[in-house]
Each structure stands twice: as C-alpha cells, then as structure tokens.
C-alpha cells in the first residue's frame, strides 16, 4: 500500500495522533540525518533504497532558499516572505530565536536559529487540519567559481516538510497563502530607509528614513501642489495601466529651481507621500557604469531613486562628443595611470546613465520613481531628460504670495496680518527663496512673535530690493535662463 495514503488517512481520522508520530518521527528522522544514513542509501543501495527511504521517511520538502537563480544579486522576495509569516510562530514555538531591531524601536524582530523547527498548521477550511514542519537552516560555505572563485558565504534557507498526499495543497494552497500572509506582515512591519552608495564596496548603505516634510508643510501654489500629489497617486495605482500599454512601472521627474527652493523638501514629502524607501546616489561614488547598474539592481521596488545636483555630479554637458573617449575608459576607474597613481574618479557616462534610466535592467522590480535635481537645467544633456526618461519636469522657484501665505500660516499660526499685503507685493518686486522666507519667519529668541518675525521679512525683502536697485545682492538674483525671464512662481513649468 501506498505510505503517503496510510499517513494521510491517519492524518485525516486524527490531527492528534499524526501531531505525535509527526514529532516522534522529526526526532527520530533528525538521527537518521545525523547519522547520514539517508545519503548512504541513496548513494549505495539506489532505485530500491529510495522506495525504502519513502516508507522510512514519508516527508517531502520544499526549499527556500536566500538568493534567487543561484546567484548573489537579489535577496529572494519568497525567503523574507516565508521569514515574515514564520515571525509569529517562531515567537510563540521556537526555542532558539535570533533577535533583530524592529520598526518600533522596543521591540524586537525574531526569527529560528540554524536548525531549528516550527510547525504550522492549515486550518480545515483552508482544506486541512494539516500539520506542516517548518525548519531553518544554513548550508556549508562552498566553493564558487562564477563569482570570482572565492568562498560562498553561508546559505540560508527554510525548508518546509510536509507528506506526499498534500502535496496539492501545499503547492496551490499553502504556499500561496505564506506568500501573502508574509508580504502583508512585511508591509506592517516595514521600517522606511534611507540609502546611499558611499561605501568602499560600491553597494548601498542605509539609516531608518524620517524626514518630517510633508506636502502639508511644503508651501507651493495649491494646484501645483495638487497636480503633483495626484501624478504621484496615479503612478502608485498605476501597476495594470504599465503592463497593458508594455511600459516598465517607473517614472521620471526632473525638479529644477534655485538653491533653497525645496527641491530636497519635495523629494521627502514624495517618500512620505507613497510610503517609499528613498536611495540616493551619490553619483561621484560610482566607479563605472557597471557598478551603476550594480547599485540599481540592489534597489528594491517602492523606492524613489534620487541623483542630486545632476549637473554638478559628472560633466554631462558636451558628454555626447566625448562619449566615445569616456566608454573606453568605462571599468578602468581603479587602475593605475601613468604616474602610478590609482584614478579613484568616476567613469560614470552619459550612456551609462540613459542605460540606468530606462535600459533593459531598469525595469527589474517595477514600482520605482526616479528623481534628478539641478540648479542648471540649460547644462543637461537634451537626451537625459528627454520626455519618456524624465517624465515630469517640475520647477521650484521663488517665493510668491500665496506660498509665503502657507509659510506665515505654518511657521507663525497666523491667518491674516496687516503686513500680508506688503510682503505679498515686496516677492513681485524681488526674488527670495522659500528658504530665505521661511528662515526670516523663524522665531529667533522667547520675545520673538508673529508681528516681529514679520516685520524681520519686509526689512530683509526692503534690503534686497535695495541692492538689487543699486546692482548689488547678486546672490538673490536668478540664474540667467533662455529667455531671461524671472520665474516668481512656484509650480509646474514644461508639463
Ligand atoms: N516650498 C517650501 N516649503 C516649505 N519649506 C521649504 C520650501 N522650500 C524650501 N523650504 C525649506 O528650506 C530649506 C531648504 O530647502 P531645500 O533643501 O529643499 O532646497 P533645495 O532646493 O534642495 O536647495 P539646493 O538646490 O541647494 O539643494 C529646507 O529646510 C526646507 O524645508
Ligand atoms: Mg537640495
């Protein structure tokens, strides 16, 4: 008779005695592995051993392992799923737990120790009343040619056990069913980061994300304000739309604008916005383009990739001439020159950076928001932020009235004041950053209130007005644009 039918019908009659023999048989297998007598039958004794191994050892089991296809690049999202579901039962069953840091800075996240076991049980109506072994293990540190021939780092993996008559169930039922139950306490417990690539091995490094700003606290014209949030909301709903027209889920938004006017600000208020991990690149780090797309592989998916002061980070500008030159120099960037001296600079191309941006690597993980800020829009290569890479162009500019508004009302609490009008008609006259607006607002001392940080701001925008009468303040002056237009409002300007 077939085993895996006698076990199962024992299951069946009686949740209770399989529970036992179950137990009784895991520590009684657990030997038999010890002893590596299994390998020794399937080695030795071959096709008639493995028959007798089954009736021996009635469980299958499934592999979870840490990586995914065999290679290093990419924690496998159904090993931390299976890690997130098991947390509740390794907490109540397990006996050796290992603990790591929580979202919630008390508590603590548990996980099994190497060769330790839980069992999890498949409630009737989900089709059971079945008992399922869970155990956790690492392998032995192999050799591994195809990653530079050095030693492999442990595996980890998770190792479900379970008999042959549900295997069914496990497969269509079970297993799917971790896998959701896992993500959703993933999400519950996600604690947001913050990456950045300066580290000597070219890969991310991350602190817990808590920037405070918000698009409630960000001061821009309200439709503005609201055009963006409702971009942002469409792309995070946005996973079928992607797949139906055969675009990877990205989106590119180039914000420009004058030191100071909340550029980095509106980049946290996005994050806080999705709910997003937030990876910033400091593009200077990067060694070659190889390591880029490195560093984006590593990325996970509800992230914002974010490259700063674009212009300044590599010489772009021209780069298509020299583009050519620089390839050739790509994955040079540790070897020595000609005084013996190591060239430690980035070989990050123009190329390089299109291939990040929308290449065939970009569309791994889907779900990612790719920002670039610069202070020189006119200094871009045209290709780099074309239409299609950087999807929206948004400009922050100065402070106009109804933004300094915002900024009394949050910074003071103040609704109306007398001097409303005057500062409302000093920003058309000259140009001052939300920066400098709200650092003017800013009580400096106990005694500070509404009417003096106030009337600090007329007198600063009276003294700038001043200057630029008298061809000074050159530092509050804009940057000359195409058409020498001064840009006084904040908002959304190529869409
Ligand atoms: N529109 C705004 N609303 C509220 N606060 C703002 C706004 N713009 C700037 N600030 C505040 O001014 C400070 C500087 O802003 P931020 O760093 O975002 O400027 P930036 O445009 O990124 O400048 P840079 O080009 O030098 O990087 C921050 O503390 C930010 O909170
Ligand atoms: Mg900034």
């Given at each position: 008779?077939?085993?895996?039918?006698?076990?199962?019908?024992?299951?069946?009659?009686?949740?209770?005695?399989?529970?036992?023999?179950?137990?009784?048989?895991?520590?009684?297998?657990?030997?038999?592995?010890?002893?590596?007598?299994?390998?020794?039958?399937?080695?030795?004794?071959?096709?008639?051993?493995?028959?007798?191994?089954?009736?021996?050892?009635?469980?299958?089991?499934?592999?979870?392992?840490?990586?995914?296809?065999?290679?290093?690049?990419?924690?496998?999202?159904?090993?931390?799923?299976?890690?997130?579901?098991?947390?509740?039962?390794?907490?109540?069953?397990?006996?050796?737990?290992?603990?790591?840091?929580?979202?919630?800075?008390?508590?603590?996240?548990?996980?099994?120790?190497?060769?330790?076991?839980?069992?999890?049980?498949?409630?009737?109506?989900?089709?059971?009343?079945?008992?399922?072994?869970?155990?956790?293990?690492?392998?032995?540190?192999?050799?591994?040619?195809?990653?530079?021939?050095?030693?492999?780092?442990?595996?980890?993996?998770?190792?479900?056990?379970?008999?042959?008559?549900?295997?069914?169930?496990?497969?269509?039922?079970?297993?799917?069913?971790?896998?959701?139950?896992?993500?959703?306490?993933?999400?519950?417990?996600?604690?947001?980061?913050?990456?950045?690539?300066?580290?000597?091995?070219?890969?991310?490094?991350?602190?817990?994300?808590?920037?405070?700003?918000?698009?409630?606290?960000?001061?821009?014209?309200?439709?503005?304000?609201?055009?963006?949030?409702?971009?942002?909301?469409?792309?995070?709903?946005?996973?079928?739309?992607?797949?139906?027209?055969?675009?990877?889920?990205?989106?590119g938004y180039l914000l420009y604008g004058p030191p100071g006017t909340g550029k980095?600000?509106m980049?946290?208020?996005?994050?806080?916005?999705?709910?997003?991990?937030?990876?910033?690149?400091?593009?200077?780090?990067?060694?070659?383009?190889?390591?880029?797309?490195?560093?984006?592989?590593?990325?996970?998916?509800?992230?914002?990739?974010?490259i700063e002061d674009i212009d300044c980070s590599l010489?772009l500008t021209g780069a298509?001439?020299?583009?050519?030159?620089?390839?050739?120099?790509?994955?040079?960037?540790?070897?020595?020159?000609?005084?013996?001296?190591?060239?430690?600079?980035?070989?990050?191309?123009l190329?390089?950076l299109?291939?990040?941006?929308?290449?065939?690597?970009?569309?791994?993980?889907?779900?990612?928001?790719?920002v670039f800020t610069t202070n020189h829009l006119e200094k871009l290569d045209p290709a780099l932020i074309r239409r299609?890479r950087m999807d929206k162009h948004i400009e922050m500019g100065y402070?106009?009235?109804?933004?300094?508004?915002?900024?009394?009302?949050?910074?003071?609490?103040?609704?109306?004041?007398?001097?409303?009008?005057?500062?409302?008609?000093?920003?058309?006259?000259?140009?001052?950053?939300?920066?400098?607006?709200?650092?003017?607002?800013?009580?400096?001392?106990?005694?500070?209130?509404?009417?003096?940080?106030?009337?600090?701001?007329?007198?600063?925008?009276?003294?700038?007005?001043?200057?630029?009468?008298?061809?000074?303040?050159?530092?509050?002056?804009p940057e000359e644009d195409d058409g020498g237009a001064v840009q006084?409002m904040m908002g959304v300007g190529l869409e």
């Amino acid at each position: 008779m077939d085993a895996g039918a006698v076990w199962g019908g024992l299951n069946l009659n009686s949740g209770v005695v399989l529970s036992l023999i179950a137990v009784l048989w895991a520590l009684v297998w657990q030997n038999l592995q010890q002893l590596q007598l299994q390998h020794f039958f399937k080695r030795h004794v071959g096709r008639h051993a493995r028959r007798f191994a089954a009736i021996v050892d009635p469980y299958l089991s499934v592999t979870i392992g840490e990586y995914d296809g065999g290679g290093r690049m990419r924690s496998a999202d159904a090993y931390k799923e299976v890690k997130a579901y098991l947390a509740d039962t390794t907490a109540r069953d397990a006996r050796h737990l290992r603990a790591e840091g929580a979202k919630d800075a008390d508590r603590l996240e548990l996980s099994m120790v190497d060769g330790e076991e839980v069992a999890d049980v498949l409630l009737p109506d989900e089709g059971g009343g079945i008992v399922f072994w869970w155990a956790y293990s690492k392998s032995p540190p192999q050799q591994d040619w195809r990653w530079g021939g050095g030693e492999q780092e442990n595996r980890r993996f998770y190792r479900l056990f379970f008999l042959d008559a549900h295997r069914d169930v496990v497969l269509n039922t079970y297993l799917p069913r971790v896998r959701r139950e896992g993500r959703d306490v993933m999400v519950k417990n996600r604690r947001r980061k913050l990456s950045t690539n300066i580290s000597v091995h070219q890969s991310w490094t991350h602190v817990p994300f808590e920037h405070p700003k918000t698009f409630a606290t960000l001061a821009m014209d309200p439709a503005k304000k609201k055009e963006i949030v409702d971009d942002l909301d469409t792309f995070k709903n946005g996973k079928d739309y992607y797949a139906r027209i055969g675009k990877a889920w990205k989106r590119g938004y180039l914000l420009y604008g004058p030191p100071g006017t909340g550029k980095s600000a509106m980049i946290a208020a996005m994050a806080n916005h999705l709910d997003y991990d937030v990876f910033d690149i400091e593009l200077t780090s990067v060694h070659s383009n190889t390591d880029l797309r490195k560093l984006f592989i590593e990325t996970t998916s509800k992230s914002i990739i974010v490259i700063e002061d674009i212009d300044c980070s590599l010489d772009l500008t021209g780069a298509r001439t020299k583009k050519k030159d620089s390839e050739d120099h790509d994955n040079k960037a540790t070897k020595a020159d000609g005084d013996g001296k190591k060239d430690t600079r980035s070989k990050v191309t123009l190329s390089g950076l299109l291939n990040f941006i929308d290449g065939l690597w970009s569309a791994c993980g889907g779900e990612r928001i790719i920002v670039f800020t610069t202070n020189h829009l006119e200094k871009l290569d045209p290709a780099l932020i074309r239409r299609g890479r950087m999807d929206k162009h948004i400009e922050m500019g100065y402070c106009c009235a109804p933004a300094f508004e915002f900024l009394a009302r949050t910074y003071l609490g103040v609704e109306e004041h007398e001097l409303f009008a005057t500062v409302g008609a000093l920003l058309q006259e000259v140009d001052m950053t939300p920066a400098d607006v709200a650092e003017n607002l800013t009580p400096k001392s106990a005694h500070d209130d509404a009417d003096s940080c106030l009337r600090e701001l007329v007198a600063a925008l009276e003294k700038t007005k001043e200057d630029k009468a008298n061809g000074r303040g050159m530092d509050l002056q804009p940057e000359e644009d195409d058409g020498g237009a001064v840009q006084v409002m904040m908002g959304v300007g190529l869409e």
